[in-house]
Each structure stands twice: as structure tokens, then as C-alpha cells.
């Protein structure tokens, strides 16, 4: 059934969006940025590390008191996270830029901002979807849940695509320079009119649905299902991350959000170093790799999924095989063509192979354990990003194109892996006898 959309549902649909948005804009000009101060680049995949680690330990505690009272509170608790962390980190960034703090001390604050996102950014989230799922019947809720978890797959692809256009010089002559430190204050400025929006327009509501904990929003993390499934599930029964049914699945998914991770937060140096380029002339083109790079994401997942009907052990081994030959390429690139195409061919393979771990661990168990194998699932998507990033910044720095030739040979182990461990699940199994 096709979901209600009115002025309460657009209005959480920009919440979401601007989260995520806000996060990948500030990350696709992180790399030059860090560069322009004279940070380590291991620094910069630092600060997106402790941010991802904060959202992971904190979504899930949001996402029990969304459940138990204040889901307003939470929005709003969140957007003011949210605005205030973006606010905070163009501040100290711009002071930096204007030499009125050193460097070091300039990234330490700004760092100090991030931390803001990671605690109480991922308050919104469950929030949203509690509300959603309070306002439509359990025929609407699906699909209610899914396209409000496509705000977030789309903010992955405006943040990097806009950010270049928000790096502006200084307000009027001879005041200060705004420079990198712009997308982020543009990110805060619509965090404060959304804050405003939801304080004045949001209804108090009570329903009976719930929300869940969501993914670390990130470049290329377009959403997997396993939110909207968690959100959804009617009983609870735990299974653990090493039980037989799921194990193969999990170990799938560490290594594809590793590899995701990895080299979506490299990209940005790989671009600049290249290219042989200013980090200043390397936004454009960094931005619009990231932008190549998302969308070849969303096309995997919202169009050769459902088109070709592929299941989940072919969409790992499909995507394990497409990713390991993109990494394989961009780490060898020389141009921007070749790192656009590169990535491009990796971003489509990680969106078939995420959506694969996803069903592959939904299918093997039954309707009493989705809500756990879900949060499982966001946990695990979660946790790819608090190591990832500064694993592949520090082999980039080792040499070039490590990050990627690791994320490949990681791939290519598990196509091997999965050609020999997975198998369709039971109920994927009874349902093709069906057929």
C-alpha cells in the first residue's frame, strides 16, 4: 500500500535528509581541508572514526527512550545535536583558516563538534520512524518506513554534490574568510530552520510503532533495509552474532563495510595527490567522484535489485567480484577519469553486496528474530565505520594505493568465501520449491 505523504511526513523526510547530508558534505571537504591546515591525513579519518563510534554506542540508547516517551523531544534533541555540532565545527574551522587559533588546536575543537554529532545527531533517527510507524497502519508501515530511509540514501548524493558550491571567500571585503569552513555553517543554518520547523509544526503524538537504531550515516551508506525491518518486527527473539544461520552473512558484511570505509574516506587525498592538485581545486572533482560514486550506489539498489531479482548469495558474489576489480582500478588510477570510473565500479558493487548481507541474514531466521538479526545488521554497518576510515587513511599513507589493493584482495577473499560458505537460506530454499 502506498504510504501517506503529508506536510508531517515531509517534514521528518528533511530531518533525515538534512542529517545525512549535512554529515557527507562536511566529510567530502574533510580531506582538504586537513590538508590545508597541515594535519596528519590519519588525523582527519580520525575525527569521522570517533564521530561513527559515538553514533554507534548512542543510536540504540535514543532508540529505547523514542520507544518509551518524547518522541518530539528526540527530534528535536537530535536536530539540536545536529545544527550545534555543524555550527561548532565551522567556527572552529574558520578560526583556524583566519589564524586566530594554531592549526592543531583549531582541529582538536573541531573535533570536540564532532563529537556533538555522533552523541546526539543519531537521537532524530529512531525518533522519525516512531513517528511514522505511529501514524500508519501495519499495511502502510513498510513502505512509509522504506521511503523515509531513502532520505538518508540521498543525502549521501546531495552533501558531496553540494559541498564544493558552499566553500565561499569572505562575507564582505575585508572581513573573514569563510572558506572550507562553509558547508558546515550552511549545514547548521538548515539545521536551525528544520529545528525551528519541527518545534512549531511537529504534532505531539502517541502511537504503538517503534523506531530503531539507524546506521551511521556516511558516503556511499546507503541504507540496507535492516532499520526499517527492526522498526517493523512484532516479537523479539535474540540470536547472536556467531549463531550458524547468520555467521557466514555477518563476516560478509564486516568485510564489505570495511571495504567501503576504507576507500570512501581515502578518495578524498587519492583525488588531490593524483591529480596533483591544490586541495582548493580538488573539491570540485573530489565532489563530483563521491557524487559518481553514490549514485552508482542507489542504482545497484534501487534498480538492479529489483530489476533482476537478484538473491542474496549472488549479491554477494556479484558485488564482492564488481568491488574487488573497482578497488583494484582505483588504486591504480592516474586520472580522474580512471579514479571516477574506478570508484563508480566499486560504490556498484558494494550497493549489491550490502543488500545482500542484509537479506541473507534476514531470510535464515524466522519472523521472531528479525528484530534482532536487524540490529545486528545496523550494528555491524555501524562498527565498519568507526575502524574503517582510519584503517584505510593509515595504509594510504604507507603508500597510495594500499587502501584499495587491501579492500580488493578483501573482496576477492570473500567471493571465495561465499562461493564456498553461503547458501540459500531455509526460507529462501522453501520458497524457490514453492515456486
Known sequence: MRPRVDATFALLFAVMLAIAAGNTALQSVLPALGRSLGVADSAVAAVFSVSALLWVVAAPYWANRSDRHGRRAMVLLGVAGFTASLFLCGLFLALGINGVLAPLTAFLAFLGGRVLYGA????????????????????????????????????????????????????????????????????????????????????????????????YPSIGGQGTGATVTAATAETAQAVGYFNSRIRGWIISGLVVGHAQAMTGQAIGFLVIDRLQASPMDALAPTGLVLMIGAGASLLAQWGLIPLLDLKPRMLILGGALLGALGCAATGTATS????????????????????????????????????????????????????????????????????????????????????????????????????
Open 120 to 215: 546526539f545527531g543519531s537521537a532524530a533517527p529512531p525518533a522519525v520512524q516512531a513517528i511514522v510507524a505511529g501514524r500508519t497502519t501495519r499495511e502502510e508501515r513498510t513502505g512509509a518506513l522504506t521511503l523515509l530511509a531513502s532520505a538518508f540514501g540521498l543525502g549521501t548524493i546531495l552533501g558531496p554534490a553540494l559541498a564544493p558550491y558552499l566553500v565561499i571567500g569572505r562575507l564582505w571585503p575585508g572581513g573573514p574568510e569563510i572558506g572550507l569552513a562553509g558547508p558546515a555553517f550552511a549545514a547548521s543554518i538548515v539545521g536551525a530552520i528544520i529545528f525551528v520547523a519541527v518545534f512549531r509544526l511537529l504534532p505531539h503524538e502517541e502511537g504503538t510503532g517503534h523506531g530503531a537504531a539507524a546506521s
Open 336 to 435: 580522474f577519469y580512471g579514479i571516477a570510473l574506478g570508484y563508480a565500479l566499486t560504490s556498484l558493487g558494494i550497493g549489491l553486496a550490502r543488500p545482500g548481507f542484509t537479506a541473507g541474514a534476514s531470510l535464515a531466521v524466522g519472523a521472531e528474530a528479525q528484530g534482532s538479526v536487524a540490529g545486528k545488521v545496523t550494528s555491524v554497518n555501524g562498527a565498519a565505520f568507526v575502524l574503517g576510515p582510519s584503517i584505510g587513511v593509515g595504509l594510504y599513507e604507507l603508500w597510495r594505493p594500499l587502501p584499495y589493493l587491501t579492500a580488493s584482495a578483501g573482496l576477492a577473499a570473500l567471493l571465495l568465501y561465499g562461493w564456498i560458505s553461503l547458501r540459500p537460506s531455509g526460507r529462501a530454499r522453501g520458497a524457490s520449491r514453492a515456486r
